[in-house]
């Protein structure tokens, strides 16, 4: 659709052409409308006073960190409970498992040198239950798998008909856990009770390394000598006694008197250990 407007004829030019059409006339200046624009009250992000006739440029705030591209220990962990609940969620034992191998290697080799007593010292500040747990487990399938292939070659020695006995690991398993688990718990009570600093999962700790010894001398006992077998024992049962009474004897001192029967009736309730373990799995009747 042609808009309208004012149109002029075009005349005779200088040169005496006639040209045919209209074409529209030329408006003056005077009548332009000036178009004029409110100021936008959009506020650039962020407002600074310097800012006009500036691009804004975008800057983080000023209590801004890196933290968010750096895995925080803990950050992705579920919320956690609080009270007894909290006995009951994964969180609450996993600082109980923060170790990796070179520690478990240098507690273990620790573990290998009684007389030192430096253990508990070593592990105040960051006890774990991932090597008692693995040393417990261990020692559940070498005492049945050993005590079992030399109850079989002595059978076979003899020409004897041999059956596999299944309750050794059941008996094994009641053995060492149930040892690592009570023995320590009813020492912490009695601690308690004298009033002595202890802590629970430090004693879980101490007691699960005191027992790895066992696992080489176990080895050991596949030598079909007895009186070797009871030589081997009772060395590794006075090296884990001794382990476990001189760590502990630095923080039972404070109790008085009565340390020496504490440390005394641990050390010979790590020597009965021993004393059982060779009684039960690796006494052989043909």
């Not at 170790?99 to 620790?110: G, Q």
């Not at 010292?121 to 292939?149: H, R």
């Not at 060395?235 to 404070?254: E, Q």
Request: proline share 6%.
């Amino acid at each position: 659709m042609m808009s309208t407007g004012v149109y002029t004829s075009i005349g005779d030019d200088n040169n005496g052409t006639n040209v045919s059409g209209t074409v529209p006339a030329v408006v003056s200046s005077a009548d332009h409308v000036a178009l004029k624009f409110k100021e936008s009250n959009l506020q650039t992000f962020p407002p600074s006073s310097d800012s006009q006739g500036k691009i804004p440029v975008f800057r983080p705030p000023s209590d801004a960190d890196d933290t968010f591209s750096k895995p925080v220990r803990g950050s992705y962990d579920e919320p956690q409970q609080s009270g007894w609940m909290h006995a009951f969620t994964v969180v609450a034992y996993k600082p109980y498992f923060d170790v990796d191998t070179a520690d478990v290697l240098e507690r273990i080799k620790d573990s290998l040198f009684p007389f030192r007593g430096t253990f508990a010292d070593k592990t105040s500040d960051n006890p774990d239950l991932y090597g008692p747990f693995w040393i417990c487990t261990t020692l559940v399938f070498v005492a049945a798998a050993i005590g079992t292939f030399v109850t079989y070659l002595a059978h076979k020695l003899q020409h004897k008909e041999w059956e596999y006995d299944i309750n050794l690991v059941t008996w094994s398993a009641g053995l060492f856990y149930g040892y690592v688990t009570f023995v320590p718990l009813g020492l912490y009570i009695v601690l308690k009770y004298l009033s002595v600093p202890s802590g629970l999962v430090q004693l879980w700790c101490l007691f699960g390394y005191s027992l790895f010894v066992f696992i080489p001398a176990m080895c050991l006992f596949i030598v079909p000598v007895e009186i070797f077998r009871w030589v081997t024992v009772c060395a590794a049962g006075f090296m884990s006694a001794t382990f476990v009474a001189l760590n502990l004897r630095t923080h039972i001192v404070s109790s008085g008197e009565r340390w020496f029967l504490i440390v005394a009736g641990i050390f010979l309730l790590q020597l009965t250990l021993a004393v059982v373990l060779k009684l039960y799995f690796f006494t052989i009747t043909v």
